[in-house]
């Protein structure tokens, strides 16, 4: 008994200290120092006055979800899942991603050197003003870029993924480069993933099927029906609650608040004067990585019949993004290289510590596409300072493992192998035909996976599948859906033997529906 309270002696200290390092920390704090000192808290009944204030101010769900925020943030993504099986020596993997973020720091200072440019520099006043000037149609500001090209892109990682060798795994002689089967990392079967997303294994009635779903209820449609419950629950303000409610798909109305409410990305005051000071950086120092930024905008988002119009505020959010020091740490310590970062001496100063900066202060390199990350906020928020907390937070939360070498069950790693796995298991024709034609699999689907299917799928079947990311906390859907896919044009690829003619069958994604594919292989047979 002695033991069990002195373990929660010291979880209430780790969970006092963790809060106190948080966020919001500061505002809830001043909050209760308010309320403290207000007429509805008695001296004489201080703790109960005090209890029954928090509850009737609203402040007791605003704890409950600052509880919930930091159990997300200390669990990995499915912690009851052992990663590497048995006690498999995952540190080659490690290696290699330490390997990968050097030759990525070697690209960007060989073409510094090339185009005869700084890593960082300070921006001459007239600039600024004129940056400053120009914050909201970034478009129009006017900078030669033709030089710059992306520093690698998806098939360059791809190149990096493949060459993994686990140093305990003997090849046979002149068998290819196939399989990430050789990886000792424990991912999931079909069956186990039906049991993880039982709203749509079970066939519950889910948004994104069909939209003229008959209600249960006295509602008009299902989703009247849906979006009468998700206005309750974020009346309630309970961030766990909102998460149940997006397993079954949001209303496009209620989609921004849920995902926020989730995330913990309610703007205060304190958000707005930090995304302020990003944008003072962004106009005080000039870095390589800005052109990088602006290029890949201009690559992908630009040329995007869904996104060019939001071309403005993807600059705003990803130029501020560059600059945030906030991202650094979480990226770094989770990243399996223990993060090699760069420093950089501002152009034209003596090399002294208050001349040098983390390069870039995020230590986020971007690489081709990139910036598609970002682009389908761009559809939830009119407001920059909502958008760039809610994406900033669903990077750090998934997209970051999506470039990253690392052992992480939901790293890029194991999702690549899941992938692999559900094809060669549920589809073995297509798996055999793949093997025959001399095609990786993978190879197909790779730019998919590495971008959450971002810029491939339309937008309002993107949000749907973005939606079950965050619901059910996994990234896992997204190689369940590219199997999907290639169930689903299954016969065409049958018939085709050549890479170019398979990538051409699965070039066009704009018909495809999310919800009902994905029930369509997770229901229950």
């Known amino acids: 008994m002695h033991n069990t309270e002195d373990n929660l002696d010291k979880s209430d200290k780790k969970l006092t200290e963790d809060i106190q390092n948080m966020e919001n920390y500061k505002s809830l704090y001043k909050e209760l120092q308010k309320l403290v000192a207000s007429k509805s808290v008695q001296k004489e009944d201080f703790r109960n006055s005090l209890l029954d204030a928090i509850k009737t101010n609203g402040l007791e769900s605003e704890i409950r979800n600052t509880v919930f925020h930091w159990a997300r943030s200390k669990g990995p993504l499915q912690p009851k899942i052992e990663t590497p099986i048995g006690d498999a020596d995952l540190s080659y993997l490690k290696k290699t991603q330490i390997q990968w973020e050097r030759r990525i720091q070697k690209s960007l200072n060989s073409m510094c050197n090339e185009l005869n440019v700084p890593l960082a520099r300070i921006r001459p006043n007239s600039e600024r003003e004129q940056l400053l000037e120009k914050w909201n149609e970034l478009s129009t ?126 703007i205060k005051d304190n958000d707005i004067e930090y995304y302020n000071e990003l944008k003072g950086l962004v106009a005080q120092y000039d870095i390589m990585v800005d052109k990088l930024i602006i290029k890949d905008v201009q690559l992908t988002a630009r040329n995007d019949d869904q996104y060019f119009v939001f071309e403005d505020i993807l600059y705003q959010t990803m130029l501020c993004f560059s600059r945030d020091s906030e991202v650094l740490a979480p990226v770094t310590t989770d990243r399996s290289a223990g993060g090699q970062v760069i420093h950089a001496v501002l152009q034209g100063k003596p090399t002294t510590l208050e001349n040098t900066l983390v390069f870039p202060p995020s230590g986020v390199i971007p690489f081709h596409g990139f910036t598609m990350y970002g682009s389908p906020f761009c559809y939830l928020y009119d407001d920059p300072c909502a958008m760039y907390y809610t994406f900033r937070a669903f990077y750090l939360r998934y997209w970051f493992r999506l470039h990253t070498v690392s052992c992480h069950g939901q790293g890029i790693v194991a999702l690549c192998l899941l992938f692999e796995r559900l094809l060669q298991c549920h589809e073995p024709q297509l798996w055999s035909h793949f093997k025959n034609i001399h095609i990786h699999p993978v190879k197909i689907v790779f730019k998919w996976l590495m971008r959450g299917f971002s810029g491939y799928l339309p937008p309002e079947q993107l949000l749907y599948l973005w939606d079950l990311i965050l619901g059910y906390d996994s990234l896992e859907i997204i190689p369940l859906f590219a199997v999907t896919i290639l169930s689903f044009r299954k016969e065409n690829i049958m018939q085709v033997n050549t890479l170019s003619n398979v990538e051409a069958i699965l070039a066009d994604l704009s018909s495809l529906k999310v919800m009902p594919l994905l029930q369509l292989v997770l229901l229950k047979e």
Request: charged share 25%; aromatic share 10%; proline share 7%.
């Open 141 to 266: 500001y006017d900078i030669d870029l033709s030089q710059y090209r992306p520093l690698y892109a998806p098939k360059d990682f791809l190149e990096v993924l493949y060459s993994i060798r686990d140093p305990a795994f003997k090849k046979q002689l002149n068998e290819p480069n196939w399989e990430f089967s050789h990886i000792q990392i424990r991912v999931k079967n079909l069956e186990e993933l039906r049991a993880i997303y039982t709203d749509i294994s079970d066939g519950a009635p889910l948004l994104g099927v069909n939209p003229n779903m008959p209600a249960i209820g006295n509602y008009a449609t299902y989703e009247d029906e849906r979006t009468e419950l998700g206005e309750k629950i974020l009346k309630s303000n309970h961030s766990p609650l909102a998460q149940e409610f997006l397993k079954r798909g949001c209303p496009i109305a209620l989609r921004s608040r849920i995902w926020s409410l989730i995330l913990g990305t309610i």
